[in-house]
């Protein structure tokens, strides 16, 4: 499956931001759907998953309450709402697919090429 990541951009510290995962070429339904993301000089990071139905979402502690993941089975896309943005949200962000739901990086063999999400304080 190919994704394709955007929605990222240059934000001030409080607003919001909502990144789009579109996906093509296999059945989007098979795959639960991450995101994931890399601040400068830090390793890539699990922020949140969603599993194939949409029914059951993790996160990353410090993002909740703040980030929402979702999926539109019907548009073939998973979305990340990020609300009261910090700088320390600060990084590239990926989406990946894989058949479960984990925090693991080695667990998603389908990786978005990332679009770059900057918070201003």
């Known amino acids: 499956v190919q994704l394709q990541a955007s929605g990222g951009g240059l934000v001030q510290a409080g607003d919001s931001l909502r990144l789009s995962c579109a996906a093509s070429g296999r059945t989007f339904s098979d795959y639960a759907m991450a995101w994931f993301r890399q601040a400068p000089g830090k390793e890539r990071e699990f922020v949140a998953s969603?599993?194939?139905?949409?029914?059951?979402?993790y996160n990353v502690d410090s993002v909740k309450g703040r980030f929402t993941i979702s999926r539109d089975n019907a548009k073939n896309t998973a979305y990340l709402q990020m609300n009261s943005l910090t700088p320390e949200d600060t990084a590239v962000y990926y989406c990946a697919a894989g058949p479960a739901p984990l925090r693991a990086r080695n667990a998603y063999r389908y990786w978005g090429q990332g679009t770059q999400v900057t918070v201003s304080s």
């Open positions: 969603i599993t194939w139905s949409g029914g059951t979402t």
